[in-house]
């Protein structure tokens, strides 16, 4: 079935970036440091935690309602994997934002992901124009 695994692995993705984004709360009201995280809050890695959290939700949501599209239109099995494997290299971007944040990864994965994400819904965009009504 077309978008399967784009419906499957975004749920994943969500509830994943949910579980971080309680983690996130913890450090910010609760944690031994967290005088220091709300000083930080709107700079540096606590902003860029922040981002990962926001970035790895929609794009998640994205692949739900990518994968929902693909199975219920009629695109080529072709075409529709590309967009697929695209939308699911998207979620490079948030996971890159992450490594980021905790090993000092370089912006290779952001950049890929967020290159790979512009790309499936543009060319989605493009080829849902040539579906033809029944």
Do not use: C
């Amino acid at each position: 079935m077309k978008g399967k695994n784009n419906i499957a692995i975004g749920l994943l993705f969500l509830a994943g970036f949910m579980v971080y984004g309680f983690v996130l709360i913890y450090l910010r009201d609760f944690g031994p440091d967290k005088a220091e995280w709300i000083a930080q809050y709107s700079s540096g890695k606590h902003f860029e935690a922040r981002l990962a959290h926001v970035h790895g939700n929609l794009f998640a949501v994205i692949n739900i309602l990518m994968g929902y599209v693909l199975w219920r239109l009629p695109y080529s099995i072709r075409e529709a994997k590309v967009i697929s494997s695209l939308a699911l290299l998207g979620l490079m971007m948030p996971v890159g934002i992450l490594l980021e944040v905790l090993v000092g990864a370089p912006p290779i994965f952001v950049l890929i992901g967020g290159v790979a994400m512009v790309v499936a819904v543009g060319w989605m965009g493009i080829a849902t124009f040539s579906i033809r009504s029944a």
